[in-house]
Every structure is written in C-alpha cells, then in structure tokens.
C-alpha cells in the first residue's frame, strides 16, 4: 500500500500539470527565439570575422543544449503523470524507502530519496542520464 494519500496525490498532480505548463511555454519561447534569431546572418557577413562566427556557433549549440534538457524533462514528466495512479509512486528506486510527499510535490519527476539521490549524483557526477 502506498505511503500518499490521495490529498498528496492530487498535489502532486497539480504540481505537476504547473510544472509541465511552464517547460512547455518556456519550450515555446526557444522554439520562437530560435525561429527569430538568424545565426546564419552572422555566419554569413562579409567580414568573416571568426569571432562572430564562433558566437553564432555557440549560441546555435546552447539553444540545442537547451531544447535537449527540456525535452528529457517533459519526458520525465509524462513519465511521472503515468506512474501516479501506480501504488509504488514514490517509492526510492533504489532503496525502496517513502520519498516524502513535499519531495515529490516538489520534484513531481523525483524516482529517489534525498540520500539515494545524493548518492547518485556523487556516483555519477558529470553523467547526464537517471538524474532525476
């Protein structure tokens, strides 16, 4: 049996659906930004500046950086809304223990304890994937 009650589970549901709301207005906005900014009219002046060229290079790289992060949250958030009606939501993938409810209402997307997520990221420092 489940250690959250349905009051928790409703707010973690709603924590949810506003967290999700605000990645996607936010994914909205890069995908805008990107269709506005033009790193092909630095890359194409006629100066040729390298300089010019390696900002145009790095902002197009953060930009997919960024999209890249967003989108793995939004998975890992539609992720979390189909585990939610599972009993074991908010079990510790990992030791099995309760993740509190103001954990997960926190981090809705939260498969760990604090210590057992601690522990991960001390493990695998620098890793980008099971982070959550």
């Not at 145009?56 to 953060?62: C, F, H, K, R």
């Not at 510790?92 to 990221?121: M, S, T, W």
């Amino acid at each position: 049996m489940s250690h959250l009650t349905k009051k928790d589970r409703l707010a973690i549901r709603a924590a949810l659906e506003a967290q999700r709301a605000q990645l996607l207005r936010g994914l909205k906005g890069v995908l805008e930004e990107n269709g506005q900014t033009r790193f092909a009219d630095v890359l194409g002046r006629s100066s040729g500046d390298s300089a010019d060229e390696a900002l145009a290079v790095t902002l197009g790289n953060l930009s997919a950086a960024r999209m890249d992060h967003e989108v793995r949250t939004l998975q890992a958030m539609e992720s979390a809304f189909k585990r939610l009606d599972d009993p074991e939501y908010g079990q510790c993938e990992d030791c099995g223990g309760n993740i509190p409810a103001a954990r997960l209402i926190a981090n809705p997307v939260a498969i760990r304890c604090v210590a057992c997520q601690e522990r991960f990221e001390h493990t695998h420092a620098g890793q980008t994937h099971g982070s959550m």
